[in-house]
């Protein structure tokens, strides 16, 4: 398997789960299940940092990505990307939008997965597409799960 994944975190975290939603996540997008995804979980004070070197931004965020490689050719394996989560921050979105902290993983690894990929969400119509099927790469592991 080619998802890496590390919790620098301290919190508990569905690794096993995440890694089967990322494999899921890239089988369903037609890109070659071998390409390689890394996701990293990080404490608030690692996130706020990395928020304001890349982002310029400050505070905490829940979730960012780094590209690295598209694949040129069909269904060429390659390095995607990293994904960088702060569980704690997808602990507090949880709450807020009424669904388990796993759910909100799921939908930040599939966030970061997309933008990975070249998604974005400048945009209204930008957000709807990719909002949509961030969505919707989460239903069909779950259902699967």
Not at 93 to 106: L, M
Request: charged share 25%.
């Amino acid at each position: 398997m080619t998802i890496e994944i590390t919790n620098k975190s301290g919190e508990l975290v569905p690794t096993e789960s995440v890694r089967d939603l990322l494999q899921n996540s890239l089988v369903e997008l037609k890109l070659n299940p071998e390409c390689e995804v890394n996701l990293v979980f990080v404490d608030i004070e690692e996130m706020t940092e990395l928020h304001i070197k890349w982002m310029d931004e400050g505070g905490p965020t829940d979730v960012l990505s780094f590209p690295m490689d598209m694949p040129a050719a069909e269904n060429e394996a390659v390095t995607l990307g990293d994904i960088v989560i702060a569980p704690v921050v997808a602990a507090q979105q949880a709450v807020s939008a009424g669904h388990s902290i796993d759910h909100e993983i799921f939908i930040l690894a599939a966030h970061g997965l997309l933008h990975i990929l070249g998604y974005d969400h400048a945009t209204a119509d930008e957000e709807k597409v990719m909002f949509a099927l961030q969505e919707d790469l989460v239903e069909k592991y779950q259902e699967s799960a």
